[in-house]
């Protein structure tokens, strides 16, 4: 059975850092894709960022490029999210997305596996 086990979100004030972590279990995505969705009250669940087993960079949304770092140890089944320069409108709950094959087109119903959630609030 596969799951995913996200952790490290919480409450900061803008313009600080948070990290987020998913680890996988049950199944491996050495060679598939593993990212972040978030999804905000009364909004539609959005990518945010996803990185394919043979990269070293992700790929991320405009929202959030530039500020955001995307990083995997295969090893370990692990993905870690950076997030600095926080805004309020970072505020949702993010969404650790994998799936053991290469996504190309990122919306939620191509990756096979979700995270329970995490909340990241950012306060003004």
């Known amino acids: 059975q596969v799951q995913l086990v996200e952790s490290g979100g919480g409450l900061v004030q803008a313009g600080g850092s948070l990290r987020l972590s998913c680890a996988a279990s049950?199944?491996?995505?050495?060679?598939?894709?593993m990212g972040w969705f978030r999804q905000a009250p009364g909004k539609e669940r959005e990518f945010v960022v996803d990185i394919r087993w043979n990269e070293d960079t992700g790929t991320y949304a405009n929202s959030v490029k530039g500020r955001f770092f995307i990083s995997r140890d295969n090893a370990k089944n692990t993905v870690y999210l950076q997030m600095n320069s926080l805004k309020p409108e970072d505020t949702a709950v993010y969404y650790c997305?994998?799936?053991?094959?290469?996504?190309?087109?990122?919306?939620?119903?191509?990756?096979?596996?979700w995270g329970q959630g995490t909340q990241v609030t950012v306060s003004s």
């Open positions: 049950g199944d491996t995505f050495s060679r598939g894709t």
């Open positions: 997305a994998a799936d053991p094959a290469v996504v190309v087109n990122r919306v939620p119903y191509n990756y096979d596996y």
